[in-house]
């Protein structure tokens, strides 16, 4: 099926090219952090984690929002869904293994991460992230695997492929839950030490990732011959909805259990990120950001005139997908480290070549989605040339 | 499509059952970890900030230590590696709050490196046991198994592990041959000088202290000097209510 990538316009090559240059820069900033260290980023002795580590868990959100549109479909029998089921599950192969390169470039010791498999150490969650992403990527390939190639030769999927479908769903849940607890199992770090934190994970992710499965629809419409229909995309556009209040609603959780408790180590956190700690505020702009868009998007989405106009609906999109990339893609990470458990307040910005190389994964995620569209609607004979 | 719900459902329960039996499991062989085995050791310090303190600006502890492990004296704090260091009191001990007592004490600097947990949240994340903890008590580093994802110093709650963000070996004038030296992209920190402890010697920062500030011994053994020490006086240990059960020990 491969070939069908090889075959396109002019546009799709200028694309294609597009996106290698910019791997190929992120590329040429890893080797100069290969050779040099992680001493070439912005992280430091109290921010030990940034940009890569805050990806990554930005991504594992939208990877795991793929169940989204398969559960609906396979589940609940949600016929309509069934066009789009596979761009879901393309969108969570190239998600995992965006977050599974981001992973890699965070390793001081590149070379030997293959040491989580050769000592498996079932106490730590790293040990457990890793089988969850790497069983969620290998179930996606497989199912999307079979399922388009029995759609090109226009035949029913075979049977045994459906209880691997109703495996990916439950698993979709473990990987954003497993992430979570990467985090929320840490004495040392009080902001990221709440239980809500796997349920907070879950709610964006499945309000972020259809966002941008909505935007990718109406992109398609676009440039291709492919047309969701206007009911899915409605539908997924209640499912952001709901989320994105759900998850609104989590966050305010958070800020009044840390500001009505008065602890002060869950308190300054929260300070650092709104208004800023001991005149650092590098943070502040984003977050005042990525709350107004929150407030924007819920303002476009609960009213059902501007839900249903697909002009605003892509506003809000956009907004939901911006303001919680700015949450979990900034602010969640940092502000971890910041107050350090020594009260210590660092600033932290990305370098260029940490940004550089950021950027560059997020090309081959893209690059990754452009060619698997390209091949699930060639198979379809809904691309234009 | 209903009996698969179904089938779902009773899925995910299964696993949320198993889940929580393995960390009960967990919990209760930690607990029963912290009495004592008869015949090992349970290696501890004793400081007494009051020695510590006699001679104003002393870094003969922090110089020892950092000498005969190779430890670079890099000057940007970003990257800075160490593994015994003077911190400021209410960095030290953050939940202890001390408005009114006098400022001479409070402001002093207390000396801090690894705690040496018996329930270490470094050695509990650690993917590749690179770090973990020996039957007497030390935490231990192996810096040839680290793949430097640093989840170790997120879950240190006293911010004592380092990592090299550059590589160390060009900031070393002249390293000591007797240990090794590290390589960019590693976690360290102390580990009690366990190759001095193998040969019968004491800890370098003990050993380098005029004052006689820190006592090191058996926690085991009634009769050490460590024992006898926190017998006679009031001791803190850093953020003792998070559980970590830390075998430094500070003299009030």
Known sequence: ?385 | MERERRALLKLAGLTVVGLAGGALARTAEASSKHAAKPGTKRLAMVIDPRKCLENDGCTDCIGACHAVHNVPPIDDPRHEVKWIWKEKFSGAFPDQEAEYVDEALTSKPVLVFCNHCDNPPCVRVCPTQATWRRDDGIVMMDWHRCIGCRYCVAGCPYGSRSFNWVDPRPFLKSPTPDFPTRTKGVVEKCTFCDERIGKGQQPACVEACKEKALVFGDLNDPDSAVRQTLRARFALRRKAGLGTRPAIHYLV
């Open chain 1, 1 to 385: 099926m491969l070939e069908k990538a090889l075959q396109g316009s002019r546009s799709y090559w200028g694309w294609v090219a597009f996106l290698a240059g910019l791997i190929l820069l992120g590329f040429i900033a890893y080797m100069r952090q290969f050779a040099v260290g992680l001493g070439i980023t912005g992280l430091s002795r109290d921010v030990t984690w940034g940009l890569y580590i805050a990806q990554f868990t930005f991504l594992v959100g939208v990877a795991a929002s793929a169940v989204m549109v398969v559960l609906p479909y396979y589940l609940h029998n949600y016929k309509l869904f069934g066009k789009i089921t596979i761009l879901g599950e393309f969108l969570a192969i190239s998600a995992v293994t965006m977050c599974m390169l981001f992973i890699f470039v965070d390793m001081g010791q590149p070379t030997r991460v293959l040491n989580v498999m050769l000592y498996p150490t079932p106490n730590s969650l790293m040990f457990w992230d890793m089988i969850s992403l790497s069983g969620y990527l290998g179930l996606n390939a497989l199912i999307s695997h079979v399922t388009l190639d029995a759609e090109r030769k226009g035949i029913a999927p075979p049977h045994w492929i459906k209880p691997i479908i109703i495996l990916s769903i439950p698993w979709a849940v473990s990987i954003h839950t497993v992430t979570a607890f990467l985090y929320s199992g840490l004495a040392a770090r009080p902001f990221w030490m709440t239980a809500i934190l796997a349920p907070r994970f879950l709610a964006s992710a499945f309000s972020a990732g259809p966002a941008l499965l909505i935007l990718f629809c109406l992109i398609l419409r676009r440039f291709t011959k492919f047309d969701a229909g206007r009911e899915p995309i409605q539908r997924l556009a209640v499912i952001v909805t709901y989320a994105m209040a759900i998850n609104v609603f989590f966050v305010l959780m958070e800020v009044f259990t840390a500001i009505y408790s008065g602890i002060p180590e869950h308190i300054e956190h929260f300070e650092f990120l709104y208004l800023g700690l001991e005149g650092k505020a590098t943070l502040v702009p984003w977050m005042w950001a990525s709350a107004i868009l929150s407030v924007i998007a819920l303002v476009l989405l609960i009213n059902p005139k501007t839900r249903g106009n697909e002009r605003t609906l892509v506003a809000a999109c956009i907004a939901v997908f911006t303001a919680l990339w700015i949450e979990k893609g900034l602010g969640l990470i940092i502000a971890g480290f910041v107050p350090s458990p020594m009260g210590t307040v660092t600033s932290y910005s990305p370098s260029i070549p940490e940004v550089l190389i950021a950027v560059g994964i997020y090309a081959i995620g893209i690059f990754m989605i452009t060619v698997f569209y390209k091949i699930a609607l060639s198979v379809r004979g809904e691309v234009k040339v």
